[in-house]
Each structure stands twice: as C-alpha cells, then as structure tokens.
C-alpha cells in the first residue's frame, strides 16, 4: 500500500466564507507539486448530500486511497467524510481533515501571511494523510457472566436487573445471608412498603432465579484481566476460588457510625442515632407523647440523606405518637421528589424546627436532656440563650462507606473520590460508570442514596452491561493503542499509568523479544486518550491515527522562518 | 539576543481535543483573532504530548505550548498531569542544551472557553517575541 499512496484532496468554499480570505488557486498549485497528491478538486459546500455521491464516484475513479479534506474539522462534518469513504469503500480512518475555516479563515483578516499559513496547513494535512493507516473491526470473544458484590437491595436488584437481560449472575454476599443494611429500617422514603416486606420478596426472587447464584460470606479477594474476561477470586472461609466473570458490579453500600461524643454526649438509653430509632420505631416502642430533640449538622451536612431521614422521622412521631418534635439545624437539604412537601408537611403537622449556627450546648442530666442554644434570627430581638428539656435525643450518624471499600478499590483498581466513597468516571454521562469499563456501581457504594433511586440504578447498569457485552462475540473497532513485540521491554510503564487499567502483559510465542512477552491493550476497555503511547520509553507503543510518525510527518512539512 | 521589534515568533500549539480544540473552535465561532503564526496539531489527550513533539516543534518554531482540561478535570484522569511532567521534563533538556526553558509551556482551560484560548496564545505569543527567535531552529 505504501508504494501506492494516491491522495485525494478535496477543497471546501464553505459557500465562499473560506475563499473570501484565502485563494483557491495558491494552495491547490502548492499542494499539486506534492508527491502522491493524485487529484485536487474545490466545491462550494462539500458537505451536501450530492457531493457525497460524487467523492464516492470520484474516489473509485482515480483509485484513491487516502483522502484529505480541506475546510472545516468539525466532529459532524468527520462523521459525514467517514460514512462517504465507507460507501467508497475505504476504511474510514483513512480520512485527514484540514480545519482552515476555524484556524485561517474565521481568526484572521485577509493578509499575505494568511495566504503562508494555509498553505501550511494544507501541507501538513496531506503530509499526515500519507501515513494514514486503516483499522479494521474485530471480534472478541467475551463472557456472559455478571459479578455483582453486595447482597444489599441494590446489589440483588442489579442482579435481577442482569438476569432478566440474560445474563447469568454471581451474588457475592460477605455477610451469611442476604438484606444488607434495609433490614434495620423502620420505613424508606419515597417507597409505601414496609423494608422487611420489600426486602423478603427481593431475597425470594434472587434465591428462586435459576440464572443467579448467590454465594454468602463471600468476598473479592483478586482480580485479573478486563471486561469481556475478568479473573476474579472469590474468598471464602479462607479459600479462594477463580470465576470468570465478563462484568463487575459493585453494590457494596454504605455504613453508619454513631458518634455522641461529637456533640458531647455519651451512650446512653436516651441517646439514640437515627439508625437506633429506625431499629426502635420497627419494633413497636412506644414515644407516645415524649419530647424529642433531633439534631442535624457539625459536619454531616455532605450528603441529603440526613436531613431527609430526620425531616422523615420528625413527621412520623409527630403523625404517629403525637409526641412533641424539636428539630434542631444549621441547615436544611430537601431537593428531591416530593421531599419538599415532607418537609412543609411536617411544619403543618407541629414539629418545631429550630435553627442554629454554632451555638448549641446538650447536657444529659438524669435521664433528660438539656439543650441550650442561640437562635440567629430571634437573638437580635431577645438576646440570650434558650434552653429546651427533653426525653430523647436522635443525633445523625456518620455515613462512611462500607468496611473493606479501600482494599476492593485496591483490588479494583479504582480511585476513591470525596469521603473515601468509589469514584464515579462522570456524572453527567452515566454515574453508574467507574473509570473502568466493565466495572459499574450501583446503590450506595458511590455516594449514600435513596431506596427509589436503586431501581433506575440498577436498571442503568443492566443496560450498559447488555450494550457492551450484547453476544457470545462483540465486534469492536480496533482503535486501541498496538504494541510492536520487538522492542516492548515489558517495564511495566504502560500498565501502571493507564487511567483505565485496560493494559494487561500477554505471554507467548508470538511476541518476538527475549521475554517472549508483551503488553497488550484490550479494545473494549481502551478510551483511546494515547497516555501508554506517550509514557513508553522504548516508543513500542502506536496510537491509531495519532501515531508517532503522524504528528512528526505534520511537524515536518511546517516551513522554517530564520 | 536583540530584540528585534519586527519579528513574529512561529507557536506550535498542541491541543487536546477535549478542551484546547474545542476552545479554538469556541474562538473560531466567536471570530476571536489571534496571531497568524500559530498553528495547532490535534491530540486526543494532552497526555499523548512526547518530548519528542516538543523538540521537533522547536527545530521549526520559536515557542511550544500544549492546551490542556483544566486541573482534576481531565476526561482521562490523569492526562494533564502527565503533560505537565513532560513539559517540564522538556524544560530541563531545552535548559541543558542552552535554550530557554520558558520556550516550552503548557495553559488549562475548557472547552467553553474561546476568549480565554485568545488570551492564552496572545500571552505566549508576546512572551515568545520578547524571548526572540529560537537559536537551535533546524534551517535547512
């Protein structure tokens, strides 16, 4: 193919906005003195549908086999030039645009140096297009099997989720049964069922689907490989057993821990987390007409999930017990569905809702508790402190993620984001994503959620899983970084500092070097960002269509200016 | 070096096609100028940046920079973080052969930001045509 470059450069007007400040005719008998430059045409708008037609009909004519295109680089006008070398039937990497609209022509004003500039650029288009090389689609052979860890609700509605798309399921639970954290709560916002109710139906589900196996204390010990082919070794008792898994969902949730110390308090009866009145109110005590204290704030303020548990619990004592509900805060955080209305709802219904900012000192004192405050809006009229008796204090706990969430992101190899939770890859696309592909989130383990979110969470998940893992076999196009064997050294550079972990270090016969090994890149996992072919010291590594030689032609074909 | 009031230095500008294309593309539809002699050379991630391209771009052009996603927020982690070494690493040799160090750069900034791009290669420009022309261009 090398000997028998032809490149085709196609020469866009824009509808004159190009030719207003360049000339046609300057560039287009610079670049016909280039060698392998085969045939030059301009057009008033080449990106119409007619002219489509006619780069295809030109392309079989001249038999070219590398085509540059000199107006705009756009991402929409890069898809269009691709479809039409494909209908040409050439590989559509085999394209290189030359942006003169957005550099030359919408920047600058008409002048010599202008004229200079474009021819340049054009140069360094046609320079790049000589070296152009094709990428081909391949097969990979991938495994139908989901992981998913954590037998919480949203590890096991992942697991539903999964099933239900196909796939067979892994449940891997490091507890002895099932529930996860649910089973300690009294009721869930945003659901009218009972937590115990929703959960036995869950739990029945999981262990009655035949394409789900549900394996109990059990946790993820190592990994190996990447999506499509992950190694995972499962511990339990103290042995570990390899399963091959094709996708990794985490659903590992969050944890809770009551502090009282914080606000000067010990454990005591009346000294209660949120949690402990979830665990309380499920029970069936009794607060008919007591005085409780809540407290939200000092540094619990992160997350929504506090506030919308105490505005929730507040409402419910009110409602229920009739009891009388002081709520104290510096700050109150009710944006979501219908919270807001919880929130109104349990002003109507009497709940006292005191605000406070730094000022606030509790005592417990013979089973009551004191608290004094300074309220910021009435302590410019009535100075002076306030001072409210109570039966039970509820402060809120601090939400961590669960035990062992560092050591799996360890063996995940993923990043911790805020507060040590997992990190998600962007909330703007998908939050369930994680920087590797293959690896997805689901629940709390990304940051303390809400039991009405689970479901489209989970729902999420399935669907990436299904969209990349759709068949026995995936056709990929293999954009993915290559590696020459012959001087891959195997030094570890590349598989250390891929954002994505898609490096893994292949062995065999094939790889021509003295440790018959290579790294290698796996197409489904590669975001193609070129930061392995950068960092290799020994330059084994190519990134299609930004190789080495490609930038280095364009660097090249520039002229020098003493 | 004189400083000579006429010259106008060559930039090689390598952008991330993630944040420094797009924003020249912003300054394109904002038809923000900018000087003619910078060209730019399409990356898709700044991480891809070698201290090879660097040095070949300094055997034709005066200055070098590499556009970048802001700081922690880079589509793939950790690239412009590994385009900062590499600027700096190019710093050192560029040091060691006796060309300025400051010929070689490296600006953060996002996709929205057309005015701000203007602003960054005007500012390197100018400090570029203060430094004069490269002594080690490669003339053939």
Same mark, same amino acid.
């Given at each position: 193919?090398? =000997? ?157 989720? =999964? ?8 449940? &891997? ?9 649910? &089973? ?153 569905? !219908? ?25 417990? =004192? ?31 706990? /601090? ?164 | ?16 096609? !993630? ?8 300054? &394109? ?89 203007? /602003? ?21």
């Amino acid at each position: 193919m090398e =000997n028998n470059t032809r490149i085709g450069v196609f020469f866009c007007n824009c509808n004159g906005k190009i030719t207003e400040k360049v000339d046609y005719e300057e560039i287009t008998s610079e670049i016909k003195k280039l060698p392998q430059v085969e045939y030059v045409r301009d057009s008033q708008n080449l990106c119409a549908h007619l002219e489509g037609e006619l780069i295809c009909k030109e392309i079989s004519k001249n038999q070219l086999n590398r085509i540059v295109v000199i107006g705009c680089a756009g991402s929409r006008e890069e898809g269009f030039f691709r479809e039409v070398l494909v209908k040409a039937g050439l590989n559509p990497h085999l394209l290189s645009m030359v942006n003169l609209l957005g550099e030359c022509c919408a920047v600058h004003e008409k002048n010599p140096q202008v004229k200079v500039k474009s021819i340049e650029l054009a140069r360094m288009g046609v320079a790049r297009a000589a070296l152009l090389e094709e990428v081909k689609h391949g097969d990979v052979p991938v495994n139908r099997t989901v992981l998913v860890i954590g037998g919480g609700l949203a590890g096991m509605e992942t697991a539903l989720e =999964n099933a239900a798309r196909g796939f067979k399921v892994i449940l &891997a639970e490091k507890e002895d049964k099932l529930g996860g954290r649910l &089973a300690r709560v009294n009721s869930i916002i945003g659901v009218d069922r009972k937590p115990a109710e929703l959960l036995d139906e869950k739990v029945k589900a999981v262990t009655s689907n035949p394409a789900i196996e549900v394996r109990t204390n059990t946790r993820l010990g190592d990994l190996d490989g990447n999506i499509g082919g992950f190694t995972a070794w499962l511990v339990k008792d103290g042995t570990e057993t390899p399963v091959e898994v094709g996708a990794i969902v985490v659903a590992t949730g969050v944890q809770t821990i009551f502090c009282p110390v914080k606000y000067g308090l010990s454990i005591a009866d009346n000294v209660i987390g949120q949690m402990k009145l979830e665990r309380l109110l499920a029970d069936g005590k009794d607060f008919n007409r007591k005085n409780i204290s809540m407290i939200i704030g000092k540094g619990t303020e992160a997350f929504n999930l506090p506030f919308v548990i105490a505005v929730k619990n507040a409402l419910l004592l009110r409602q229920k017990f009739n009891a009388t509900v002081n709520l104290f805060y510096t700050n109150i955080k009710v944006g979501g569905d !219908n919270w807001e209305k919880m929130y109104t709802d349990a002003r109507a219904a009497g709940v006292n809702f005191f605000k406070f900012e730094d000022n606030i000192e509790i005592a417990a =004192n013979n089973g009551e508790i004191i608290i004094n405050y300074e309220d910021p809006f009435l302590g410019n009229k009535v100075p002076g402190t306030y001072k409210i008796t109570s039966d039970y204090i509820v402060l809120p706990e /601090e939400l961590v993620p669960s035990e062992g969430t560092e050591e799996l992101a360890g063996v995940l190899r993923l990043e911790l984001g805020p507060a040590s939770f997992l990190s998600i890859d962007n909330a703007h696309i998908l939050p369930e994503m994680t920087s590797r592909d293959g690896i997805y989130l689901a629940g709390s383990c990304q940051m303390p959620g809400f039991v009405n979110e689970i479901e489209i969470s989970a729902k999420a998940v399935a669907e990436e899983i299904f969209r990349k893992l759709y068949d026995e076999k995936v056709s990929v196009e293999m954009t993915q970084p290559y590696v020459d064997a012959t001087k891959c050294v195997v030094c570890l550079t590349c598989y250390r500092c891929c954002p994505h972990g898609a490096i893994t270090i292949e062995h065999g016969e094939q790889y021509e070097n003295l440790y018959k090994s290579a790294a290698v890149m796996n197409p489904l996992a590669c975001r193609k960002c070129g930061i392995c072919a950068a960092e290799c010291p020994g330059k084994a590594i190519q990134l299609p269509d930004y190789t080495d030689s490609q930038i280095l032609a364009q660097l090249e074909a520039m002229e020098v200016q003493p | 070096m004189s400083t000579n009031q006429n010259f106008q230095p060559k930039i090689v500008v390598f952008a991330c096609e !993630n944040s420094g294309w797009l924003a020249a593309e912003h300054a &394109a539809e904002l038809c923000l100028s900018y000087p003619e002699k910078v060209e730019m050379i399409k990356l898709p991630c700044s991480g891809k940046i070698d201290v090879l391209f660097f040095m070949k771009a300094l055997e034709k052009a005066d200055g070098t920079a590499v556009l970048a996603c802001q700081k922690e927020n880079c589509k793939f982690l950790k690239g412009n973080v590994r385009a900062e070494q590499r600027v700096s690493q190019t710093g050192k040799i560029l040091k060691e052969i006796g060309i300025e160090e400051e010929r070689v750069g490296i600006f953060y900034l996002a996709a929205n930001m057309g005015h701000k791009f203007t /602003e960054i290669v005007q500012g390197f420009y100018d400090k570029i045509r203060e430094l004069g022309p490269n002594p080690g261009k490669v003339i053939k």
